[in-house]
């Protein structure tokens, strides 16, 4: 699904004459050279000068999927911790940013979520649910809790969520697409 997006956007017009590049599935190291994880999407901003350039960067998850095998899945969890009783540092989902893998020198990021039912009211309200459970290993605002997002408040599929992390606060925006 992501690639089908990224072959999209590499097509768009308005996009090709931004300073932007986009990146798909982008290996992301540390400041010790050790291996974070697999970006699904980044977006680079070309400044020509700053180093490290700065950028965007997209966790993508599936929701509400039907196997082949039989069986119906949410995927919730995946998308909002992973909730795998692993370290947090290898939790997946919104957990990438909160840990600082995805994250480090960023101010926001964005999920986004595949709902393979259409079923896009229904996913959200579980990832609502699943952030508010989760807050604290969330790092959640307490005085921001899940909301319509402020850079596009007529759009209530877009909605964000702000979170306390030691290089101050951090924005997930979150998009659902059905698919």
């Known amino acids: 699904m992501t690639i089908r997006l990224a072959k999209l956007l590499l097509r768009d017009a ?3 004459t931004r300073p932007v590049h986009l990146d798909l599935e982008v290996w992301e190291f540390g400041k010790k050279a050790e291996l974070l994880g697999r970006l699904d999407l980044r977006f680079l901003y ?3 000068v700053r180093h490290p350039w700065p950028c965007f960067a997209i966790e993508a998850k599936r929701l509400h999927v039907t196997f082949p095998k039989g069986g119906w899945k949410s995927l ?3 998308y909002v911790t ?3 009783g692993k370290p947090a540092e290898e939790e997946q989902g919104m957990m990438c940013f909160v840990t600082g893998r ?5 101010q ?3 999920m986004l979520g595949y709902v393979y039912d259409g079923k896009l009211d229904r ?10 459970e989760y807050a604290a290993k969330l790092k959640l605002s307490q005085e921001q809790q899940i909301r319509v997002s402020e850079l596009i408040p007529d759009e ?8 306390v992390l030691p290089n101050g606060n951090f924005t997930i925006y979150h998009l659902l697409l059905a698919v």
């Open 76 to 78: 919730v969890s995946e």
């Open 123 to 132: 996913a959200q309200s579980g990832i609502h649910n699943a952030i508010a």
């Open 14 to 16: 308005a996009l090709l």
């Open 46 to 48: 070309s400044t020509g």
């Open 108 to 110: 926001a990021g964005a």
């Open 102 to 106: 995805y994250s480090g020198g960023l």
């Open 156 to 163: 209530n599929r877009i909605t964000e969520s702000i979170h």
């Open 82 to 84: 992973g909730d795998t």
